[in-house]
């Protein structure tokens, strides 16, 4: 999939964090809209201003812009941002 097709409203939630793990304990979960989170056991940060953020850092993005299974990610040696894409986009 190529990020130039995805809009703002394609996106459920974000992550922006260290490197060296996903659960939450080295970033946060950011959620577009109220109910966007898939599990209920999830803290649910609703943000749009943060989403808005992070998916403006991958229209600016080059080669280090990685897709699979309807997730965008960007991971440096310093930050990982993950972008999860709405269901069925």
């Not at 898939?38 to 992070?54: C, F, G, I, L, Y």
Request: with cysteine.
């Amino acid at each position: 999939m190529n990020f130039r097709d995805v809009k703002l409203d394609d996106v459920s939630h974000v992550y922006s964090g260290r490197p060296g793990c996903g659960c939450g304990c080295k970033g946060k979960y950011f959620y577009a809209y109220p109910g966007a989170a898939a599990d209920s056991s999830d803290v649910e940060v609703t943000n749009p201003k943060m989403v808005k953020r992070v998916f403006n850092k991958f229209q600016k993005a080059g080669k280090e812009l990685k897709y699979q299974d309807g997730i965008f990610s960007i991971e440096t040696d310093k930050r990982y941002y993950w972008l999860y894409l709405k269901e069925g986009k």
